[in-house]
């Protein structure tokens, strides 16, 4: 059953990293967006729901400017940490709770997104958000599970989706005004799923353009 809660990350912020299961993933991810967007010098990034910054991070280098936004203060916190001590000067952070009705003012060439989606109660909102603040010719690239029946998480707090359908995605996406719309298998990530043993999970990465 999927909760109606929405989930405190700031609990678990300051032992995100320790988790190898996520830097994994993250790094799958990671990989997937440099091969599909192809950053440059160029453009100006957003990091929607950035965490710890496990994917702002791995593009900093690679882009003009990145700015990780997020609804949690402590993931935040844990991200400026690591600005401040590595001397990152294209990179920084924002506050903003979409669904308390923050939005940003900025444009951006690439809007990334790992693993958030599935906590986002109305994802066609999100997707007017992101339609609205990436520039003309820009990209879209987000990650999330494929569908499954729930084992992913054990703590299904704030678990607005069991993973999704891509061809589904790719039809409100086009409602949006998408084009460009395609999909690949990021990473596949193992976790022991309590009666079931090592399961195996897809995670796709969808590519939009404006």
């Not at 990145?66 to 993931?75: A, E, L, R, T, Y």
């Not at 995605?169 to 090592?198: P, Q, W």
């Amino acid at each position: 059953m999927k909760s109606e809660e929405r989930r405190d990350f700031n609990k678990t912020s300051q032992q995100w990293d320790a988790d190898q299961f996520r830097l994994n993933l993250a790094n799958g991810v990671a990989a997937a967006i440099i091969r599909e967007a192809n950053p440059s010098k160029e453009m100006a990034v957003l990091d929607f729901g950035c965490g710890t910054g496990l994917i702002a991070l791995r593009l900093q280098p690679l882009v003009k400017t990145i700015i990780g936004v997020d609804s949690s203060q402590g993931m935040l916190a844990v991200l400026e940490e690591k600005i401040k001590t590595q001397g990152l000067a294209n990179i920084r952070t924002a506050f903003v709770d979409f669904e308390k009705g923050d939005r940003i003012a900025e444009k951006f060439d690439l809007i990334v997104c790992n693993m958030v989606l599935h906590h986002v109660p109305d994802t066609s909102s999100l997707f007017r958000l992101w339609h609205e603040i990436l520039a003309p010719g820009g990209r879209l690239c987000f990650a999330d599970l494929d569908r499954e029946d729930g084992s992913f998480h054990s703590d299904k707090t704030g678990v607005f989706h069991f993973g999704f359908d891509r061809e589904h995605l790719r039809n409100l996406l086009h409602s949006t005004g998408f084009s460009g719309l395609r999909d690949v298998t990021a990473t596949t990530v193992s976790r022991d799923v309590e009666g079931k043993g090592k399961c195996e999970f897809p995670v796709f990465l969808m590519i939009a353009d404006t």
